[in-house]
């Protein structure tokens, strides 16, 4: 055995090492990506929601999404409250649009027109979440302004994505 090879073979017994000692210690990557659909509840009813995090998810968004499930839906998150502006570009499908103020409280719903490339801005600037689905989901589900979005949820798919839900979410 040459001298270069002992701290690789050094380096393996101690991963083997501290494996068989406490193989739960050993971090695990996060198995939840951008497509997985986290469930989710607004004002008493479950949905299905991907979780836009990124700058790139947010950008992109629902672009050539062709249909969407009553129960389905997007729900970008910030870190800040800021007023937030969408558009329904490359979006070919009519969707509704929640703003949500940082305690999870629905503040607006708005329409959103396929294809329309003009931005459709909040009325207020204490915007945190902001959720797309279906046309007629909002009315269909009897969702209105002063709605509860589920918090505890968010913050545990935002943890299952693999990123810091304290970074996205006020202190529970």
Not at 42 to 67: D, V, W, Y
Not at 80 to 94: G, H, L, T
Request: proline share 9%; hydrophobic share 45%; with cysteine.
């Amino acid at each position: 055995m040459t001298w270069q090879r002992i701290p690789s073979l050094c380096c393996i017994l101690v991963a083997l090492a501290l494996g068989a000692c406490n193989p739960a210690a050993i971090p695990t990557p996060p198995v939840a990506n951008f497509a997985t659909r986290f469930p989710v509840n607004l004002g008493g009813k479950t949905f299905r929601l991907q979780i836009a995090l990124t700058e790139l998810e947010i950008k992109n968004g629902l672009m050539g999404r062709r249909a969407l499930a009553p129960d389905e839906g997007m729900l970008f998150v910030f870190p800040d409250n800021a007023r937030r502006e969408f558009w329904m570009r490359n979006v070919p499908i009519n969707l509704a649009l929640g703003y949500f103020t940082a305690d999870g409280h629905l503040d607006e719903i708005r329409p959103l027109i396929a294809e329309n490339p003009e931005t459709i801005p909040s009325r207020s600037t204490a915007i945190r979440y902001v959720l797309e689905l279906s046309e007629n989901a909002f009315a269909a589900n009897a969702l209105g302004t002063g709605a509860q979005l589920d918090l505890a949820a968010v913050r545990s798919a935002i943890h299952q994505r693999g990123f810091r839900p304290d970074a996205y979410l006020p202190p529970p």
